[in-house]
């Protein structure tokens, strides 16, 4: 069974899909038919809390994720999870943290395919060249998100 939950941001939703084991995606909603999908009160509401601190840099409880990824996208993945709320790092810097300097394209196509949106901050992921770079949903959130983590990320010091 995939339960689901909507979470509003700004002028954004995104839609939380997660299976009894974890988060299955996080993404922008667009209308798309949930009819598939089941609503559960509990696992809503674990899920909102979850964004909640997310989007007001607290503590994050712990979490399943319950995706399918190949070991290299898993790699990239965990690398992304360590980047600090409100800092960036580029896709060269995470090929060469991964032990794979030459492999930036590669973690760039990983990045694209992330499915957990937030939680794996894809978003934090900037060209070496200091610009925003690709983002696989829309560029404008990105820059949106990178700016509201730097904002709480200075109240909070």
Not at 29 to 58: G, M, P, V
Not at 84 to 111: D, H, Q, T, W
């Amino acid at each position: 069974m995939i339960y689901y939950t909507l979470y509003p941001y700004k002028h954004w939703t995104f839609l939380v899909l997660a299976s009894n084991k974890g988060i299955k995606s996080i993404y922008l909603y667009h209308n798309e038919d949930l009819s598939s999908y089941i609503y559960d009160e509990k696992i809503a509401s674990f899920y909102k809390d979850l964004l909640d601190k997310y989007f007001t840099n607290q503590p994050l409880p712990t979490f399943n994720l319950d995706i399918e990824q190949t070991d290299f996208e898993l790699k990239v993945y965990q690398e992304l999870m360590h980047i600090p709320y409100g800092e960036v790092s580029s896709y060269k810097k995470v090929s060469e943290n991964i032990g794979l300097p030459k492999a930036a394209r590669a973690v760039g196509n990983a990045v694209g395919k992330n499915p957990i949106m937030l939680l794996i901050p894809c978003h934090r992921i900037i060209k070496s060249d200091g610009t925003i770079g690709g983002f696989s949903s829309d560029p404008e959130l990105k820059v949106d998100l990178l700016y509201e983590e730097k904002k709480l990320r200075r109240r909070k010091v």
